[in-house]
């Protein structure tokens, strides 16, 4: 299958400070990232829909400006917690589509804890 | 939009039975229809997946079925291991579109030894 990545695994960091995640697509161009939020032994909950060159979509609830949502090419797109606090703490996933509507692979996870 | 429902939410099995996960979809114009599976604290890995156009597809001892009028799929596991417990996500959307995905909430698979 393809190769999505996700950089960096883990994070810890102090209330108030801005966190980026990247996740990059290794063999293959991505026209279509998501971003979810996992809490433990829950469901993905999918917070952003990302397409290459456009403005992201956001799901109910989940607030644009607090999380930055930025996809400059078909292999990268990075998301940005800002102003991060204790209950931004949680395990964010990354995934690509291959195609327009096709096969979809996930990053290996980023783990954030914020202190 | 979609709505993708999953049970049952946890399945407990004993090594070397089936277990059985079923999904039912409400978007007739859903056309792909992924399996992952979630070991604790890793990524989802695609296990299986069926298009609108086939019934039934099998690799080893994974399948999965595909009711179009019923709108529900189903994971089959045969022969279960130790190693198959997992939790399990079903997912539903259009090939082609630019819809998003839609995920149901997971099944907890455990296989007793």
């Known amino acids: 299958g393809a190769v999505v990545s996700q950089h960096p695994s883990w994070v810890i960091c102090k209330s108030g400070t801005s966190v980026k995640i990247e996740c990059r697509s290794l063999d293959f161009q991505a026209t279509t990232m998501f971003w979810y939020r996992q809490f433990p032994k829950q469901s993905l909950m999918l917070m952003a829909t990302?397409?290459?060159?456009?403005?992201?979509?956001?799901e109910q609830g989940v607030e644009k400006d607090k999380f930055l949502i930025n996809h400059a090419s078909l292999t990268l797109s990075t998301l940005t917690v800002t102003s991060a606090h204790p209950e931004d703490s949680s395990f964010y996933i990354c995934s690509a589509r291959y195609l327009s509507g096709g096969r979809q692979f996930f990053g290996p996870g980023t783990r954030l804890t914020v202190l | 939009g979609e709505n993708v429902e999953q049970h049952p939410s946890t399945l407990s099995v004993q090594e070397g039975d089936s277990a059985v996960i079923k999904c039912t979809y409400s978007d007739s114009a859903s056309n792909y229809f992924p399996w992952y599976k979630q070991e604790l604290g890793k990524r989802p890995q695609l296990i299986i997946d069926i298009r609108s156009n086939v019934g039934e597809k099998k690799d080893q001892r994974i399948a999965v079925t595909l009711n179009k009028t019923a709108k529900h799929f189903s994971l089959h596991i045969t022969e279960t291991q130790p190693e198959d417990s997992a939790v399990y996500f079903c997912a539903a959307w259009t090939l082609g579109g630019a819809g998003k995905s839609t995920f149901g909430d997971g099944t907890t698979l455990t296989v007793k030894p």
């Open positions: 990302s397409n290459e060159g456009s403005k992201a979509t956001y």
